[in-house]
Nanobody
Framework: QVQLVESGGGLVQAGGSLKLSCAAS????????MGWFRQAPGKEREFVAR????????YYADSVKGRFTISRDNAKNTVYLQMTSLKPEDTAAYYC???????????????WGQGTQVIVSS
């Protein structure tokens, strides 16, 4: 069972930056694909970014491409999401997730953190 704990959320002005972190408890963290999702009030949870365990190749939602960067440090069992040029529409609860799948649908990710709130003011 993988336990995930996010941190780094907060309030930021539009155009600003935040870096989210997700610490994993599992010693086999390095074998999981890791991802970030977000959920705004009244909306469904949506995919943001993914990083593969084997190659560290990355994949992003079109809405964040060029602004967000996902990375991982397997030695620290941690995955990061660097967010820049933030927009009010980025406001959401951000969730870290882990899977052995390659899919981006939330249903294919069995392990989730509790979420961290990001609020971007205009």
């Amino acid at each position: 069972q993988v336990q995930l704990v996010e941190s780094g959320g907060g309030l930021v002005q539009a155009g600003g930056s935040l870096k989210l972190s997700c610490a994993a408890s599992e010693r086999t963290f390095s074998t999981y694909n890791m991802g970030w999702f977000r959920q705004a009030p009244g909306k469904e949870r949506e995919f943001v970014a993914r990083i593969k365990w084997s190659t560290s190749s990355t994949y992003y939602a079109d809405s964040v491409k060029g602004r967000f960067t996902i990375s991982r440090d397997n030695a620290k069992n941690t995955v990061y999401l660097q967010m820049t040029s933030l927009k009010p529409e980025d406001t959401a609860a951000y969730y870290c997730a882990a899977t052995h799948s390659f899919a981006v649908e939330p249903g294919s990710w069995p392990y989730w953190g509790q979420g961290t709130q990001v609020i971007v003011s205009s």
